[in-house]
């Protein structure tokens, strides 16, 4: 059984910065893609971005690009996701989620089998 765990959530001013890890247990995760997800209160949970098996490609949402930066360590079975230049409105909660596949092909969270419980991200303005 495949279990997540983040960690490195907390509050921030705006234009801070923040690390979250994500730490695989269960299975061999460098086959899979992995990815970050994110939940604002009273919304749904949203893509974030995700990168493939061996890390060599990466995707990311519109609204990060350029401030986020995801990245894994297989041989810890660690993904991270470094996230810069804080807004408040990246306050959300942050899960971190194995993929079906090396690559991610575009289709969401049902592209995912197994999730974290999650790390809250607080920005203040």
């Known amino acids: 059984q495949v279990q997540l765990v983040e960690s490195g959530g907390g509050l921030v001013q705006a234009g801070g910065s923040l690390r979250l890890s994500c730490a695989v247990s269960g299975r061999t995760n460098s086959n899979y893609a992995m990815g970050w997800f994110r939940q604002a209160p009273g919304k749904e949970r949203k893509f974030v971005a995700v990168?493939?098996?061996?890390?060599?490609?990466?995707v990311y949402e519109d609204s990060v690009k350029g401030r986020f930066t995801i990245s894994r360590d297989n041989a810890k079975n660690m993904v991270y996701l470094q996230m810069n230049s804080l807004k408040p409105e990246d306050t959300a909660v942050y899960f971190c989620?194995?993929?079906?596949?090396?690559?991610?092909?575009?289709?969401?969270?049902?592209?995912?089998?197994?999730w974290g419980q999650g790390t809250q991200v607080t920005v203040s303005s």
């Open positions: 990168i493939s098996g061996g890390g060599g490609s990466t």
């Open positions: 989620a194995v993929g079906r596949r090396y690559y991610y092909t575009g289709q969401g969270q049902t592209e995912f089998t197994s």
